[in-house]
């Protein structure tokens, strides 16, 4: 048996597994660089999942708030979110929540214009809703259209923790209203706390002289006592004065007739000022339930009322808490094109997987530019590794040295010979590979034509 005929029928294993070792040391620090990668985009860039329960801080039940924070729930059930919501006494128990660390509420329903700067500093507005007009309805024979005319009368001032309370104290006070008389041998004005419909029937049955409400124009009591011919609407005389003082305050008309417009109710237009219901999140709410939330209050407020014009809500107008950023996103661009596409834990994913491909394409830059040279120079590698056993056989040919075993060089070549036959390299480097064996042969060949002629192998050849 030849040694050509014992080369092909003997597989050198042990050097194949070998071979085999290396390349799977080698892809494994590529693989572990690539994790390593994505992990550190993962840390560094990615937000966490956004959380799939959430509780709303709504109103008292019954009330518009109220009624609100359920219609949320609603929409946001539909996305697969998990949605409570929480009856509270108004605004400033919802302000109260939302700040409060381990209340559980991260979204609220929040009348302009009473957060203080502790609590809008660590809050963020998602928008404006709708407006909700300050109604001043009084009792008697005259005509008032300035609150400091108030003075001295039974006033329903609206519940304690409630939006209606904050924005009527600081309108009485600006007009130098409170308990305690303003002139000698005044009268003192007597505030009282309670629910909205508790102070409508209160002031229906003459109890109170005067209440102050702050609600949408669709609340029933609004609406009755508009209707009632014994109550008479405050239109605000100071009206742009008032907006300029407050600036969560917008002046809004209510037209005459719109109540009814066969007895003409109102007689005429009625000059009114209104704060605005916002949504409001806590400074660390997740960005990418944002979208959510205001296509939810698209759908909820964007048909437009009686005070508003569709498409004006919700909006990034009238909001006294510093507007949130995705907000401002959504005001501009609309929601995320996945949102509209996909379901939204789909798309969050998606979303999120976005964010961490861009910076590990970043990272992974250098390693892909350097992948092709490093492939071709383990490539041609594994060919011209054996030259340097050719060059230095041909240089101690040419330089004429003696006592060269050229039994010894021959097997040397063999044995070359014999490893090159198993070395795998693509079908594009089969020149350069052949050559090597084509060298390989011609090497041995002279050494053999060396060998039989008997020639001293100091003569330079």
């Known amino acids: 048996m030849d040694d050509a005929e014992r080369i092909g029928r003997q597989r050198p294993a042990p050097r194949r597994r070998a071979r085999f070792t290396r390349s799977m040391a080698i892809w494994s620090w590529i693989v572990g660089l690539c994790l390593a990668s994505l992990v550190a985009s993962y840390v560094m860039f990615v937000e966490p999942p956004p959380p799939r329960h959430l509780v709303i801080a709504g109103g008292s039940r019954g009330g518009a708030y109220f009624r609100h924070a359920t219609a949320y729930a609603e929409e946001l059930r539909r996305e697969g979110l998990d949605v409570a919501v929480r009856e509270t006494a108004g605004s400033v128990e919802n302000l109260e929540l939302l700040v409060q660390d381990g209340s559980g509420v991260s979204i609220g329903i929040v009348q302009s214009g009473v957060a203080d700067e502790a609590q809008a500093a660590r809050l963020l507005a998602l928008g404006s809703l ?101 109550a008479k609407l ?13 600036r969560y305050l917008s002046p809004v008309t209510l037209p005459a007739g719109v109540v009814d417009l066969g007895k003409g109710i109102p007689a ?31 759908r909820i407020h964007g048909g437009g009322s009686v005070l508003s014009e569709p498409g004006e809500f919700p909006s990034e107008s009238y909001c006294d808490i510093p507007l949130s950023e995705d907000a401002r996103r959504f005001y501009r661009s609309g929601q995320p094109f996945l949102q509209r596409l996909l379901p939204f834990w789909l798309a969050s994913l998606a979303d999120r997987a976005k964010l961490m491909l861009i910076p590990l394409v970043m990272l992974l830059m250098p390693m892909l530019r350097a992948a092709p040279p490093l492939i071709r120079w383990r490539t ?29 060089e021959l097997q040397r070549l063999r044995n070359i010979e014999h490893k090159v036959v198993w070395v795998e390299v693509p079908l594009s480097y089969m020149e350069e590979f052949y050559q090597l064996r084509m060298h390989l042969s011609m090497m041995q060949q002279r050494l053999l034509d060396l060998r039989d002629r008997g020639e001293p192998a100091d003569e330079p050849s």
């Open 130 to 230: 709708y407006r909700e007009p300050l109604w001043v309805f009084y009792r008697g024979d005259r005509t008032i259209d300035r609150p400091a005319q108030l003075e001295g009368l039974r006033i329903g001032v609206g519940p304690e923790g409630s939006g209606t309370l904050a924005v009527t104290m600081r309108l009485l006070a600006a007009n130098g209203i409170g308990p305690e008389p303003t002139t000698p041998g005044g009268r003192g004005t007597r505030l009282t706390h309670a629910e909205a419909a508790n102070a409508a029937e209160a002031f229906s049955r003459g109890e109170l002289d005067a209440a102050f409400f702050v609600a949408a124009f669709e609340a029933d009591y609004i609406r009755r006592l508009i209707a009632d011919p014994a």
């Open 268 to 298: 005429r237009d009625v000059a009114l000022l209104a704060p605005t219901a916002m949504l409001v999140v806590r400074g660390d709410f997740s960005p990418a339930l944002v979208p959510v939330l205001l296509a939810a209050a698209t």
């Open 234 to 246: 405050m239109s605000f005389a100071q009206q742009e004065a008032y907006r300029r003082r407050f």
């Open 380 to 408: 041609r590698r594994k060919i011209y590794r054996w030259y340097s056993v050719l060059r230095e056989i041909d240089q101690k040919l040419a330089a004429g040295l003696g006592g060269l075993d050229l039994d010894r």
